[in-house]
């Protein structure tokens, strides 16, 4: 060996610390035996992942069990997994997706059309994420991977939580007017019914009409027999005094006898051959009504005809204006079938609200709430219908004994509360305020039927 300045050094020793030179080369020690232990780990390791995936479908590399609603899938991995890949929307579609509709009940365009009515954004937007970015698996057998959380909905509905920015509830915020087409007044009926009922609380008068469907959520419709007929006897009905239609071309008002119709055997006019003829009484030059029952078709039957003369264009729940009017009648005419039809319906217009020879379509089942769920069980257990809906007076009016006027008392006010009234209970710190609380992303698959029908609509 050399020294640093470039001389050789005596045999035998090596730099200028003399370190001594090795008699014979000293070789390193073999690694047989290590790469031998290493390959023998690895195969065993292999063999024991392929035992595991081909024979017990891969339990060892489960991240862990499943919620329970995808138990089933626990020893199949490829019912959700691609190889090599993420769990894919086309995996959950296989079993959720089974309703063959061109949308897709799961998909954004769904949530958007369901959940808003905004035909506009059916078209996949920037935003658009996979099912497992909400609903989370591998996280225990009772866990609830629908249970998603805010932050998966606020980059969209950026409201920060329910007691910060979130909007007001737009029915009520806005006062908007629902289309009940019914003349009636709350507090009149409050009155009656604990006067009937015997009762000392007018929240269980309310529950007289308003009874709660099984699941708590929603109301039954209303019903005329069931909730109406007990007090608006129809023999208390006063008679109907009505002049007979002349001749097809002399287009005189008037109305077609039960006899007439029999004879005519025109098609709809079924009900006409098990009608009562004594229902009616001969009354000189009139046709003379004796009894008028709920959804008289005798009534029903001669609307509808006076319907068609003045406006033959007109489909028979369709809206009419002037320009609808039959160009053939004079206005002489027109007035006389109009005060015509409001005699017919005199009866009842008691309830009911007439508008161009038609009974308006009563809405007996509201749907306020098309972008949230309301559990009334839940709630009624701690605050009592009117501690809410307090948009009608009823208990002030009950309380003073007077009746509020209809302009505030009537079938068309939408009486759910303001979002303040909420907000005290639904809180961080209190009862749940979180997006899913009162918020579906997907549509409500307890009404599998009307989502379709709703979606192929909107087609």
Known sequence: MSKPNGKRSKKGIFSAQRLPLAKRYVEPPSRR???LVGGLGVLV???VFVFNVTVQQGGLISNGPLSSNHATFGTDCASCHTPF??????KCAVCHEKHSDETGLYTFASHYLYRSADTTRLAP???ETRCVACHTEHVGRQALISNVADAQCLPCHAYGSFNERHPAFEASAEELADEANLTFPHTLHVREVMDLEDETEADNACLFCHQPQPDGKNFQALDFDQHCAACHDIDGTPNLRL?????ASSGTPGVLSLERIRRQQAPGTRWAETMNPYAFQPSGRQVKKRQVTHKDPWIRYNLDRIRQILYPSAGPVD??????LNPALNPRQVRAYQRLSSLLTDPCQKCHVRQEATLLPVQTDQKILTRAVFDH??????????DCHTAIPIRESLANDTDPPPSLDHAGIVNIPQIDVCQPCHAAAKASNTCITCHLFHPDKSHWSNVLLYLKKQD
């Open 33 to 35: 035996a290590m790469f």
């Open 45 to 47: 390791i292999g063999v």
């Open 85 to 90: 890949g993420e769990v894919s929307d086309d």
């Open 125 to 127: 937007g920037k935003r």
């Open 243 to 247: 002049a007979p239609a002349g001749a």
């Open 319 to 324: 809206s009419v204006n002037a320009a609808d």
């Open 377 to 386: 069980r839940a709630h009624v257990i701690q605050q009592r219908c009117l």
